[in-house]
Nanobody, 122 residues
Framework: QVHLVESGGGLVQAGGSLRLSCAAS????????LAWFRQAPGKEREFVAA???????YHAESVKGRFTISRDNVKNTMYVQMNSLEVVDTAVYYC????????????????WGQGTQVTVSS
């Protein structure tokens, strides 16, 4: 059983930056693809970015060039550096771990964190 805990959310002005962290425990970190998803009020969960053990990364078009996903396999922690934040980035951000065939599909991830709120003000 993998336990995931997100941190680093908060309130930031548009154009600002935040770095989210996802600490993992209880499993073999290297076995999993890790991902960030987000869900804004009244909207469906949305894929943000994913990273494989080999550090291959994938970013949604909406965040490409602004967000960067990374992982530290020694610290069992994943990150997403979010720059040039926009009001539309406001959401609860969740980290997920699994062995997906399709990395952008949330239903293919087995483990989820509780989420951390990111609010971007104008």
């Amino acid at each position: 059983q993998v336990h995931l805990v997100e941190s680093g959310g908060g309130l930031v002005q548009a154009g600002g930056s935040l770095r989210l962290s996802c600490a993992a425990s209880g499993g073999t970190f290297s076995d999993y693809t890790l991902a960030w998803f987000r869900q804004a009020p009244g909207k469906e969960r949305e894929f943000v970015a994913a990273i494989r053990w080999t550090a291959g990364t994938y970013h949604a078009e909406s965040v490409k060039g602004r967000f960067t996903i990374s992982r530290d396999n020694v610290k069992n922690t994943m990150y997403v550096q979010m720059n040039s934040l926009e009001v539309v980035d406001t959401a609860v951000y969740y980290c997920a771990a699994g062995t997906p065939s399709w990395f952008s599909r949330g239903d293919q991830y087995s483990y989820w964190g509780q989420g951390t709120q990111v609010t971007v003000s104008s």
